[in-house]
């Protein structure tokens, strides 16, 4: 009866001891997987996701001629983004300016005028994005539209809602496990239609009002997953 008692309690014990062998090298197979999975860097080239940017920086009108000349004035744009591939990139941003520029004076036609203006931006463009681990070159292109707002009425300029292409060329870099990104951008904006009436090019003694953007901005941006 002894032995029966003492064989049956082996034969728990065996079975316990298999139940928990068999328990923990799932336990560990589980905590070797998971680990392995923590050690795979995910970051927001691994899939599409949404972007969304806030920057800073300064705007200048490049004139055509002699006629326009900009100085450089303060810029602030909002921007979202997402991930159409791995170096892909669909983007729209708003920006706002303002600025001093140089312009014909209409009446004495001697001096030059110096007014204060701005001009707000919507612009959908694509960017590029080079491979590389810390810092990403990067170019894009897109279309947009421009609005010049607060111009000094005894210019006599007047500049309608018209259409923009911009070009840029930048450098991104990383931070926080590829959360936020840090770049520094150069825009060049071709601008259409900036060009006067006749009657106020009579005005001004000028042939052709000519003038161009760029741009130098700091943005950061959030890539969310």
Excluded: W
């Amino acid at each position: 009866m002894r032995n029966n008692l003492n064989y049956l309690g082996h034969s728990k014990l065996k079975a316990s001891l298999v139940k928990y062998i068999f328990f923990s090298l799932i336990l560990c197979l589980g905590c070797a997987h998971a680990f392995e999975l923590t050690k795979q860097k995910t970051t927001y080239l691994d899939r599409p996701n949404l972007t969304l940017g806030i920057g800073f920086g300064s705007t200048q009108l490049v004139a055509g001629g002699d006629d326009i000349k900009g100085k450089h004035g303060i810029s602030f744009r909002v921007m979202a983004g997402h991930h159409l591939s791995k170096n892909l990139i669909a983007e729209v941003f708003y920006q706002v300016s303002g600025f001093r520029f140089y312009s014909p004076d209409p009446v004495s036609g001697a001096e030059p005028l110096l007014t204060r203006a701005g001009i707000s931006e919507q612009v959908i463009r694509a960017s590029y994005v080079f491979d590389k681990k810390r810092f990403q070159p990067y170019i894009s292109a897109g279309i947009g539209g421009y609005h010049f707002f607060g111009e000094d009425a005894q210019t006599a300029l007047a500049f309608p809602f018209s259409f923009e292409v911009p070009v840029s060329v930048g450098l991104r870099s990383f931070y926080a496990k590829d959360r936020f990104s840090f770049d520094i951008e150069f825009m060049y904006r071709f601008l259409l239609g900036e060009n006067q009436e006749q009657d106020v090019l009579n005005l001004l003694n000028v042939d052709e009002i000519s003038f161009n953007a760029i741009s130098i901005m700091g943005i950061f941006t959030f890539h969310t997953f």
